[in-house]
């Protein structure tokens, strides 16, 4: 392993609030990556017939589960946006610095009213935890 | 003309021409998933509730098997792409990285084939 600074070098950078937009959507894409397999669990528990699914959905309503859904809620509404923030600037749009502070501001604002509407719909929506 | 030093072309050093390929098909599955993940959670909190026969009946409609399977595969695909990126930035060790790599890719493989046989056992079971 080479003893020179390894990029992305951290340490070196002062704080701005642009890099916690950066950094939120790697936790967050991590956490929707536990997501596909939590949807590839559901999935299997379905396959496997009435017995299995029952066995899995005592899991999949348990207190800590639901904690994991409030997570991805937020984890999923996040990436999808700060996600869209990037094909934006993928067309070369939105780079300038005060540009890139704004919708990070916008980001934040905006997962963050999706989360409560996704929390919202599936509380009150009639769709119940299994 | 090459601009490489013959010592890097023997050590095979530089770019493995590979990454624009990686970045582009990371901004293809991510378009992808807009409307799929939005519909699977549109359609998951339409289900009256998430009984097994209600979830079941649900999966086994020919227009939500096909997305869940294109769901679980892109979402794989794109979640793949993602962690590989995170292990290249912060993994160094030569050996750990390939090892992460090669674990990361294997359980991808695993996971959305997992999912397209279950939804297809699901979808299959009723249309007998």
Redesign the interface.
């Known amino acids: 392993?080479?003893t020179r600074p390894?990029?992305?070098y951290l340490s070196v950078y002062k704080f701005r609030y642009t890099m916690v937009t950066s950094i939120l959507n790697?936790f967050t894409?991590?956490a929707?990556?536990a997501g596909?397999?939590l949807?590839?669990y559901w999935?299997?528990a379905?396959?496997g017939g009435?017995h299995a699914?029952?066995r899995a959905?005592r899991l999949l309503s348990s207190p800590v589960a639901k904690l994991c859904y409030a997570g991805l809620m937020f984890a999923?509404s996040y990436h999808?946006i700060a996600?869209?923030r990037?094909?934006i600037w993928?067309t070369g749009r939105g780079l300038e610095r005060e540009q890139a502070r704004r919708s990070a501001w916008l980001v934040g604002a905006l997962s963050v009213a999706l989360t409560l509407v996704?929390g919202y719909?599936?509380w009150y929506?009639?769709?119940?935890?299994? | 003309m090459s601009l490489r030093s013959p010592l890097g072309k023997v050590l095979g050093t530089g770019s493995a021409q590979q990454g624009v390929h990686h970045w582009w098909v990371q901004r293809l599955t991510s378009v992808a998933l807009v409307p799929l993940s939005i519909w699977f959670l549109v359609s998951l909190l339409s289900l009256p509730s998430l009984d097994y026969w209600v979830v079941s009946a649900w999966m086994a409609q020919g227009s939500s098997a096909l997305l869940l399977i294109l769901l679980v595969l892109v979402g794989a695909w794109h979640s793949q792409l993602g962690l590989q990126v995170i292990v290249e930035d912060y993994v160094h060790g030569v050996g750990v990285r390939t090892l992460t790599l090669v674990a990361i890719t294997f359980a991808h493989v695993l996971i959305g084939a997992a999912g397209v046989f279950a939804v297809l056992k699901v979808a299959l079971r009723s249309a007998q």
């Open positions: 392993m080479p390894l990029s992305p790697r894409g991590v929707l990556s596909v397999l949807l590839v999935l299997t379905v396959a009435a699914h029952a959905a999923f999808l996600g869209i990037h094909l993928d996704i719909c599936a929506g009639g769709t119940r935890a299994p």
